[in-house]
């Protein structure tokens, strides 16, 4: 997996919902790691479930980041905390969801400088399919894309989505607009990674990053007394069998089409 020399791609590694406790383990401990074997020149992370499986904070953030994020993608669950509610305006490099209205609080988009020259455009959409109401991905992600086009062409997309035709549905949208369409949300990375015929790199679903012996990332019997029983239940972090999941993507830095891109999938044991 050595990178690229022709000293033209820019790569980077997009890494699968953070989830709770054991999945900031998973990057307080290995990621440096990851970085050193992927060598990525921009690390993404999407962190909507940082806090307890549901929502973050602005400390859940910033601890991620001292880890090697660089860049904090959010999703559904990004208001479920009131600390990032109020704090998300004092946070660098996180991206809401950009179809949220207007006058929510946070950032769209991320322009990030990778130097030399070289920078990285990140941008978050939700769903609407089976999650709340917001306005229409397919403009908001048409008219954004547009804008941040004339600042880079390597733009990065977390798709963040519960319906995986949805999710192809605007990667095949923006093919050729964006250089990639990373789907997120669902926990479960699929096996579908390809290059669209116009040039953005798309997967359904990049995976999670935390605790795979459990029912997408929750203990599962309470999960199982919810779906089982019909009962109500509250869900906490499951702990064991800890994996990191994500996705690595190569973009000729002159053009914005992506040039490759490939699953990464880690196993590690239990940290303390």
């Known amino acids: 997996m050595s990178k690229p020399k022709e000293g033209r791609l820019v790569r980077i590694l997009l890494i699968g919902d953070v989830m709770g406790k054991p999945g900031r383990l998973i990057l307080r401990d290995h990621l440096h790691s990851v970085r050193d074997e992927c060598r990525p020149d921009l690390t993404i992370a999407n962190g909507e479930n940082l806090a ?12 991620i980041m001292s880890y090697g994020v660089q860049v904090v993608t959010m999703g559904n669950h990004t208001w479920r905390r009131s600390e990032l509610i109020k704090g998300i305006d004092s946070l660098d490099n996180v991206v809401r969801p950009a179809n949220y209205p207007p006058d929510s609080p946070g950032m769209t988009s991320v322009i990030y400088d990778i130097g030399r020259g070289r920078r ?3 941008f978050n959409l939700v769903g609407r ?4 109401s917001t306005d229409c991905p397919f403009r908001a992600g048409l008219e954004l894309s547009r804008q941040l086009r004339t600042q880079t062409p390597v733009i990065i997309l977390d798709m963040h989505a519960e319906a995986t035709s949805e999710k192809a549905a605007v990667g095949w949208y923006l093919d050729g607009k964006v250089s990639a369409v990373l789907g997120s949300h669902t926990h479960v990375q699929t096996a579908d990674e390809r290059i669209l015929p116009q040039g953005t790199a798309f997967i359904t679903d990049i995976g999670m990053t935390g605790p795979h012996d459990g029912i997408i990332g929750m203990k599962c019997e309470q999960v199982l007394t919810r779906f089982a029983r019909g009962l109500p239940s509250r869900f906490e972090v499951a702990e064991k069998n800890l994996q990191l999941h994500g996705v690595l993507v190569d973009v000729d830095e002159k053009t914005g089409r992506a040039i490759n891109i490939e699953r990464v999938s880690r196993t590690f044991p239990e940290s303390d």
Request: charged share 20%.
């Open 52 to 63: 307890g499986g549901l929502g973050a904070t602005p400390d859940l953030i910033r601890e």
């Open 120 to 122: 990285v455009a990140v």
């Open 129 to 132: 399919i089976f999650m709340d």
